[in-house]
């Protein structure tokens, strides 16, 4: 596509249920990102993957939190069990590669955890 | 570990007048910079970016900055405030990932409001 797009836009669970949140990146970009934005504070960096391979996830928070891109192409970040802490703007990134660092964002997905 | 400081969270200007918007880096390396602008409903857009070439770096929208190694800043200036500058600004430092991917540690961001 011609941007980076994420669904569902908005999304409200109640705690302790399971929520996907899905990607589809730019057509042909290398480099997947996954970033978390709480109200009032800037993006920090959750995950991300080279191709299919999820080269770094040092930024999730804990064990409920996970990643895919088993095509190398779209990706789904995954929170099992949520809590009210983990309501904020989760947001998806995709870049060529190999680069100076600019990464093209979605327009994310707001998840609010009754 | 890279950081950014953005000084204010908020900042007013007038319609015409002139856009500062600071931020300062923490770097042990030479370091990428980037600005980005978040309208509301909206995803990030790229202002504009430093990567180690011309320090004064003009991007999008009349929108400049100026990579200031001495003084560990790149703030971002515009000569002439419109009313659709009004939204969110982030300023980023990069640092590179296993495998080569570039992660952006972002600053908390500053919010122009423009006032007629």
């Known amino acids: ?114 | 570990a890279q950081s950014v400081t953005q000084l204010g969270s908020h900042v007013s200007v007038s319609e015409g007048a002139l856009v500062l918007l600071r931020c300062n880096y923490s770097s042990s390396v030479p370091p990428y910079l980037f600005w980005y602008v978040q309208y509301p409903n909206q995803g990030l857009q790229l202002l504009l970016k430093y990567t180690s070439a011309a320090t004064l770096v003009k991007g999008i929208n009349g929108f400049e900055a100026e990579f200031k190694k001495s003084e560990t800043s790149f703030h971002l200036t515009k000569p002439s405030a419109h009313m659709s500058d009004a939204a969110e600004y982030f300023c980023a430092v990069s640092d590179r990932l296993p495998g080569g991917g570039n992660k952006l540690t972002f600053g908390t961001g500053t919010q122009l409001k423009v006032e007629l």
Not at chain 1, 16 to 23: K, M, T
Not at chain 1, 48 to 65: M, T, V
Not at chain 1, 92 to 98: D, E, K, N, Y
Request: aromatic share 10%; hydrophobic share 25%; net charge positive.
């Open chain 1, 1 to 114: 596509g011609a941007g980076v797009s994420q669904s569902p836009r908005y999304k409200v669970t109640k705690r302790g249920q399971d929520v996907a949140l899905r990607c589809d990146p730019i057509s042909g970009h290398v480099s997947l990102y996954w970033y978390r934005q709480a109200l009032g504070q800037g993006p920090e960096f959750l995950t991300y993957f080279n191709y299919e391979a999820q080269q770094d996830k040092s930024g999730l928070p804990n064990d409920r939190f996970s990643a895919e891109r088993p095509e190398g192409s779209i990706s789904t970040l995954t929170i099992q069990r949520t809590e009210q802490r983990d309501s904020a703007m989760y947001r998806c990134a995709s870049s060529p590669g190999r680069g100076t660092g600019e990464l093209f964002f979605g327009e994310g997905s707001r998840l609010t955890v009754l």
